[in-house]
């Protein structure tokens, strides 16, 4: 390696830090060091235990890998290999005080909202959920907050009315991964100015749980057809429905964007509407394309009709 590469430890964890990672991997101007992300975890039914992606990309291009439980057990390792910036996309715990001065220039991070805005862990989601028209990449330095440090660049995109969650998340991480190397050079020769954020303008986002999927019927048709957009595949969108004296959960998988103005039934009430699966809101309803009984695989709504006619209002 030629000494005037600057070197970078990266950290990150997800699908959405894999496109960064690369794009640094293909940029001469740099030397990836070392891949901080968290330790393997056990996945699924039958609990595998899996590697995370950055953790599999860094090994196919023989990266030393770092997967400490907490990060302050590898400052010192950090400090030995010297970095001139680390690099964290996704990693998934808050940096330490005591690390942030290791390195010359910092720690610089790619956020997937426009920052103040969406600060915390569901900054991809939020938008799709308040009926945003726009979202975006921030990188900013890292402080001692959660996302508060002054932005370095800030890139936007359009969120489409049919935008869901995986595909906002894919446009987001490659928008990212496409102007942080560039940023990451021109801040280190001193060519970019950090600005400071407007905390006045701050929200925050707080990590998804599986509660946060259920639906109230009570809210509006235009508030749940978001919903199934921004929380598939996780945690999904359900509710609990009476079928022969049991208790069903049953998800939504995926709506029509275009609202019914329809109001004729009890909020959470299956209906049809010209041959098509239909549900009624608070205020108006949603035809649903597919949806997933417990227990059973995702179907369309026409097969939902078959076989579930007994909560299906026909009134």
């Known amino acids: 390696m030629s000494n005037n590469k600057i070197k970078i430890i990266f950290m990150g964890t997800p699908d959405f830090a894999v496109p960064s990672l690369k794009s640094l991997l293909k940029d001469n101007r740099f030397e990836i060091v070392a891949v901080v992300t968290q330790p393997d975890k056990k996945i699924g039914r039958k609990q595998i235990l899996t590697s995370p992606p950055v953790k599999i990309l860094a090994e196919e291009n023989n990266i030393s890998v770092l997967q400490p439980s907490k990060l302050n057990k590898i400052n010192d390792d950090i400090a030995d290999l010297n970095p001139g910036v680390v690099v964290v996309v996704a990693y998934g715990q808050i940096i330490p005080a005591s690390m942030l001065e290791t390195p010359k220039y910092g720690y610089i991070n790619v956020h997937g909202s426009l920052l103040p805005s969406y600060r915390g862990a569901s900054c991809v989601q939020a938008p799709i959920l308040n009926g945003d028209k726009e979202s975006g990449v921030t990188i900013i330095q890292i402080d001692e907050g959660l996302d508060t440090g002054a932005i370095l660049s800030q890139n936007k995109l359009q969120i489409h009315p049919e935008e869901t969650c995986s595909k906002l998340h894919d446009k987001l991480s490659n928008l990212g991964a496409e102007s942080l190397p560039d940023v990451l050079f021109n801040y280190i020769q001193g060519d ?62 995926e709506v029509e964007n275009s609202i019914l103005e329809i109001n004729d039934h009890k909020p959470g009430t299956f209906f049809i509407n010209n041959n098509k699966l239909a549900i009624q809101c608070g205020k108006d309803s949603i035809i649903i394309e597919k949806i997933q009984p417990e227990g059973k695989k995702a179907m369309i709504g026409k097969d939902f009709i078959q076989g579930y006619k007994s909560i299906i209002d026909n009134s």
Not at 195 to 223: C, F, H
Not at 239 to 244: L, Y
């Open 192 to 253: 970019i100015k950090p600005t400071p954020q407007d905390n006045s303008k701050a929200s925050y986002v707080p990590q998804l749980k599986k509660e946060n999927g259920r639906i109230d019927w009570n809210k509006s048709a235009t508030k749940i057809e978001r919903m199934v957009r921004a929380l598939n595949p996780w945690p999904g969108v359900y509710a609990e429905f009476s079928i022969n004296n049991q208790e069903l959960r049953i998800k939504l998988i």
